[in-house]
């Protein structure tokens, strides 16, 4: 499902129309990424939590060169799906 679409499905089952629930399907979004980015984790019972992870240094190898090379620490976002979320896909 795309963006446009979850739009036309949200717009279709509340009776809103599209161009207020695409502001606030985007304003969401917007939100969400500045509090993961600011190192805020976001928890929506039911659904799943988006969370920032910090992945640790390690050496990769460049195969075309053959040389290593250091990745350094680094954070990135996550989405953990809630327990209920993940018993309904298993269905």
Known sequence: MT???????LAITTGYDKKSISLIVEGFMEQ????????????????????TKTRAAKVARNISKN????????????FKPADEFCELVRK
């Open 3 to 9: 963006k446009a679409e979850l739009v036309n499905e």
């Open 32 to 51: 969400v990424k500045n509090n993961v980015a600011n190192g805020e984790n976001v928890y929506l019972r039911g659904f799943g939590s988006f969370v």
């Open 67 to 78: 040389t290593s090379v250091q990745v350094p620490a680094h954070d990135i976002p996550y």
